[in-house]
């Protein structure tokens, strides 16, 4: 029963460390977008009309 016991316990800091381990590198994870587009000029010209 106690083999049993020690085992689970060693599970659960095994994923323990893995989820803190992962979570970590998302963290660090630089996400980048890409740039915005200028608008067209005929939507610019309609725009400053209104």
């Known amino acids: 029963m106690m083999t049993i016991l020690i085992i689970c316990i060693i599970i659960v800091f095994v994923v323990l460390f893995l989820t803190l381990l992962s979570t970590n590198k998302a963290y660090k994870y630089e996400h980048k977008i890409d ?16």
């Open 35 to 50: 740039p915005i587009d200028p608008k067209p000029k005929e939507e610019n010209e309609q725009e400053e009309k209104n």
